[in-house]
């Protein structure tokens, strides 16, 4: 099983490190990268629109931004987005 992550960080070096340090394992692969959590979780809402997308009903692969999208992705990109609402709805009850 080959785990997927997105990588979020303000500061490029950083994110390149991690990226270094991830892809020399056989079973990581970084599909992303974003500058700060809103943007990760955009590109996720991306990627839930583009297999969302009736044009694209049935395809297992997208480009998202760039970037090829396994429909494995799209169980993950819900989850994330999820947890951002939860947290948001969290923040503003409070």
Do not use: C, W, Y
Not at 11 to 34: S, T
Not at 46 to 66: E, H, Q, R, S
């Amino acid at each position: 099983m080959t785990i997927s992550v997105l990588l979020a960080d303000d500061q490029h070096l950083v994110r390149a490190g991690f990226r270094m340090i991830l892809e020399a394992q056989p079973d990581i692969r970084v599909v992303g990268e974003a500058i700060d959590g809103d943007e990760a979780v955009n590109q996720a809402r991306d990627v839930i629109a583009a297999f969302a997308d009736p044009a694209n009903a049935g395809k297992g692969v997208l480009k998202v931004n760039g970037r090829m999208t396994e429909l494995l992705h799209l169980a993950q990109a819900k989850r994330m987005v999820a947890v951002a609402e939860a947290i948001a709805a969290r923040e503003a009850a409070s």
